[in-house]
Nanobody, 115 residues
Framework: QVQLVESGGGVVQAGGSLRLSCAAS????????MGWYRQIPGKQREWAAS???????TYADSGKGRFTISRDDDKNTVFLQMNSLKPEDSAAYYC?????????WGRGTQVTVSS
């Protein structure tokens, strides 16, 4: 059974940086796409960034130029480096991994950016 576990969230001042990690266990196969969503309480979950198995990356406009997504397929791990953080980046960040028609989700890690 595939499980995704996020880590790296925390409290940081505006302008600071955080690096989120998400490790997938229970699978030895490469995921076609891995990425991150985020959710603010009371709002819908929104996509933040994705990376394909070929290394292609895409970002939501909110994170372009500040976020960098990467992956280590030997460790089945995806990362999200977040720089120049803003209070509006405060959210629960969820990683996902897609294989075929199935999406797997982590339980989230909280990021809080203080002004």
């Amino acid at each position: 059974q595939v499980q995704l576990v996020e880590s790296g969230g925390g409290v940081v001042q505006a302008g600071g940086s955080l690096r989120l990690s998400c490790a997938a266990s229970g699978s030895t196969s490469t995921f076609a796409i891995m990425g991150w969503y985020r959710q603010i309480p009371g709002k819908q979950r929104e996509w933040a960034a994705s990376i394909t198995s070929a290394g292609g990356t895409t970002y939501a406009d909110s994170g372009k130029g500040r976020f960098t997504i990467s992956r280590d397929d030997d460790k089945n791990t995806v990362f999200l480096q977040m720089n120049s953080l803003k209070p509006e980046d405060s959210a629960a960040y969820y990683c996902f991994a897609r294989r075929g028609w199935t999406d797997y989700w982590g339980r989230g890690t909280q990021v809080t950016v203080s002004s």
